[in-house]
């Protein structure tokens, strides 16, 4: 059974920068879906980004996020990575990431994936 581990988290000034970290541990996370999920207290839970670590090597990003945040694997780490750029109030959640198999029956976000426990970030 996998698990995975955040890190990286804390509190920035508006405009700084944060990388996020996801080591997982007890299983590989190549050819998985991997993503971070933010969700900020009295809000729903959202994507913020997505990686597919296996061919065709795609990713996604919430409309949010685009151009500020990027997001990476290390396969060799088995890790992926979340890098915040020009951080904004609105960032300030608690950042989860989440492994799906590639042909799960779950959305990305179904509670059945695999989830860290997650990574305060503030902006402010």
């Known amino acids: 059974h996998v698990q995975l581990v955040e890190s990286g988290g804390g509190s920035v000034q508006v405009g700084g920068s944060l990388r996020l970290s996801c080591v997982a541990s007890?299983?590989?996370?190549?050819?998985?879906?991997m993503a971070w999920f933010r969700q900020a207290p009295g809000k729903e839970r959202e994507t913020v980004a997505s990686i597919r670590t296996g061919y065709p090597f795609t990713s996604d990003y919430h409309a949010s996020v685009e151009g500020r945040f990027t997001i990476s694997q290390d396969n060799a780490k088995n890790a992926v990575y979340l890098q915040m750029d020009s951080l904004k109030p609105e960032d300030t959640a608690v950042y989860y990431c989440a492994r799906r198999a590639p042909y799960s029956e779950y959305a990305l976000d179904d509670p059945n994936n695999d989830w860290g426990q997650g990574t305060q970030v503030t902006v402010s």
């Open positions: 007890g299983d590989t996370i190549s050819r998985y879906y």
